[in-house]
């Protein structure tokens, strides 16, 4: 089991996390549809720091011997969803922006066309 100390130390690190997201938030930063999913996580990192028999739990349940390898597979897993996100937000932006630089140079070249005409 954890210490206090230490256990207190999650809590506060998981609280501190909180109000970054609700900064990130209020600026901005950070959509509506990413930070549910960070408060989320957030949450679960607080349910854990309050209550570590339940990460222990979760361990067993999955088949780990030591929850530290429970945590790291799992943040792993968590990494890897968010970046394939990513990866497929940056996709679907790389189109648009070849999209938008065609249809550009198309009105560039109708805008040239009008000007030859009129002179």
């Known amino acids: 089991m954890t210490s206090h100390i230490l256990q207190i130390l999650f809590i506060l690190g998981a ?24 408060l989320l996580l957030d949450f679960v990192m607080l349910l854990v720091s309050a209550f570590p028999p339940i990460l222990a739990f979760v361990a067993r349940l999955l088949g ?34 070849k999209a938008l630089t065609q249809t550009v ?5 109708r805008v040239r066309e009008l000007e030859g005409k009129d002179n």
């Open 105 to 109: 140079a198309l009105l560039e070249k």
């Open 64 to 97: 780990f011997e030591l929850p530290a390898n429970a945590v790291f597979s799992l943040l792993l897993g968590f990494i890897l969803v968010i970046l394939l996100q990513l990866t497929s937000i940056a996709s679907g932006q790389t189109d648009k922006i």
């Open 15 to 38: 609280l501190c996390f909180f109000g970054l997201i609700l900064i990130f938030l209020k600026k901005n930063t950070l959509s509506l549809k990413y930070t549910i999913l960070w």
